[in-house]
């Protein structure tokens, strides 16, 4: 089973530093056979987190305050608006986290496509993109990390938050592509809790038939 955790939605905004805790408390439990595989949901306060790969000149230079997080990846940013989601799944043997991206990547654009965004994938580039007008911009972003086989971290869609937060980085360190939100997208306004019920249907039919 696919265990839902929902951990605060507008006009609770979850502080990054909780969730965090949250995410490793439930990560414990899982990894020791004590809870099934949970996905939590949130919405955080504004904050920019740092993966692994994020280099010194990616970062802000107002001094913002960056947390640095163990997932992969570059810099980010997180904040009202968007559905920000963490699945905390074992991941069967082989592991392949590269199909556990992919995978996060496909069960987001079905249930984008719900709310009338037609995503795709992009070879190379994790996350869910979106053609627009004048170029190709990402709606979800997407970065994970595996510890005693079990993953943390996970995605985050661009609902109808301000992209103000972006500009002053560069986005997963991707320059040549830009984001947007679902409700630039369809051209009306989509909250996270709009699209709440669809995202929780869309993984539980996923996790919950893999284990029939």
Not at 56 to 84: F, N, S
Request: proline share 6%.
């Amino acid at each position: 089973m696919l265990e839902i955790l929902n951990a605060g939605l507008a006009p609770t905004y979850v502080p990054y530093h909780e969730g965090w805790a949250l995410q490793r408390r439930v990560h414990a439990e899982v990894a020791a056979g004590e809870r099934p595989d949970t996905l939590i949901l949130l919405e955080h306060e504004a904050v920019y987190t740092a993966g692994k790969r994020t280099e010194p000149q990616e970062r802000p230079t107002d001094g913002t305050p960056v947390i640095d997080v163990d997932r992969g990846g570059k810099i980010t940013w997180h904040g009202p608006g968007q559905l920000v989601g963490y699945p905390i799944v074992r991941l069967t043997e082989p592991m392949d986290v590269v199909a556990h991206v992919r995978r996060i990547e496909r069960l987001l654009i079905d249930a984008l496509r719900v709310h009338g965004v037609e995503g795709y994938q992009v070879t190379g580039r994790s996350g869910v993109w979106v053609r627009r007008p004048l170029s190709e911009d990402k709606v979800a972003a997407i970065g994970v990390r595996v510890e005693k086989g079990v993953t943390m971290h996970g995605f985050a869609i661009n609902c109808d938050n301000s992209l103000a937060g972006f500009r002053g980085i560069i986005p997963c360190g991707i320059t040549d592509a830009g984001v947007t939100t679902v409700s630039e997208v369809v051209g009306a306004d989509i909250t996270p809790s709009d699209i709440l019920d669809t995202v929780t249907r869309t993984f539980q039919r996923e996790y919950e038939g893999a284990l029939a």
